[in-house]
């Protein structure tokens, strides 16, 4: 910028030289050269005081143009800013709130029993197979000796897809593709989550655990099925322990028995758990139906089977005394951290 002064040129010059070493940029606005200037406007005739004041303004807007220009720049220069920082980042580190301390996660306990509950099984000779959560009307009920439209269906209310994908209401859907893929002797568990169009309480959930089991060969019969269930039980809740049967309805087996442990808590002494019966009404089972390992491709004048399918919350429920179902899908970390 031209200045006509000499007296505000060479101010301008002597200034912008000074700014340039100035570490705060500001005070240039009030360095003695430019106040020097004012100063000089009253002295001056009045015929020159206009012209000259007006130069004199011009200058201190170059200057405070500059200051802008230099802030602007240091600004920029700062280093960026995590907004998503649990703490101002410019407070100092003394000054920041206590962050709380960072906490692992642990295995769900549904995850961790299961784990334990295929060990036994493990350890009795059964392979573990993994169930599906979406499958069709064959496997879920066809395979499964359900005639078209039988009353039986009704037990096994679920979620169906538009297409007609069935979420499955029980494990036994995996029974017809582990006939069909292995050959007898056959023993297999099938842990899987299940699903079911149900009125939510502390016992029913509408997303559940089952783990189902099969064992086909030779001569197998009933007191095969209770020595199996009854070893199992012993094992996992680590206590001898009676058990009862009793008659049920499943199409695909044929008997078929509702198993009911004695009441691990009370010792058969009745206790709000049992209903004060003493018995725990646990799973279903029986064996398998002629016409299921038929459709399966296994000759049933050769061969029989057992099978059987427990929740595994249940399970778990009367081995820990949970009195709710709904706390393992509720994400309460009391709850969990109890098993971690
Ligand atoms: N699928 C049955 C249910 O969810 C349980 C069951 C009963 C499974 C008998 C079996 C069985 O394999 O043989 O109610």
Known sequence: MEYK??????????LKVKFKKLEDKRAILRAPELGALYDRIKTLPAGERAAFGKEVNRLKSELEQLVRQAQ???LKALSSID???PFDINVPPEQRPQLLT????SRHPLMTELGKILNIFAGMGFTAVESRELDDD????GSLNFPKDHPARDEYDTFVTDEGLIAPAHTSIMQNRVFKTMQPPIRAVIPGRCFRNEDVDARHDHTFYQLEGVYVDKGIHAGHLIATLKTFFKKYFQKDIKVKTQPFYFPFTEPSLEFAPSC????QKGCSICSHTGWIELLGCGLIHPNVLREGGIDPTKYTGFAWGVGIERLVM?????EDVRHFHSGNLKFLRQFA
């Open 138 to 141: 064959y496997h879920m009920f």
């Open 5 to 14: 002064s000499p007296e505000v040129k060479k101010a301008a010059q002597q």
């Open 83 to 85: 907004v998503t920082a």
């Open 72 to 74: 602007s720049f240091k």
């Open 264 to 267: 691990v808590f009370c010792d």
């Open 102 to 105: 960072a906490e692992n996660g």
């Open 318 to 322: 009367i081995k820990y005394g949970i």
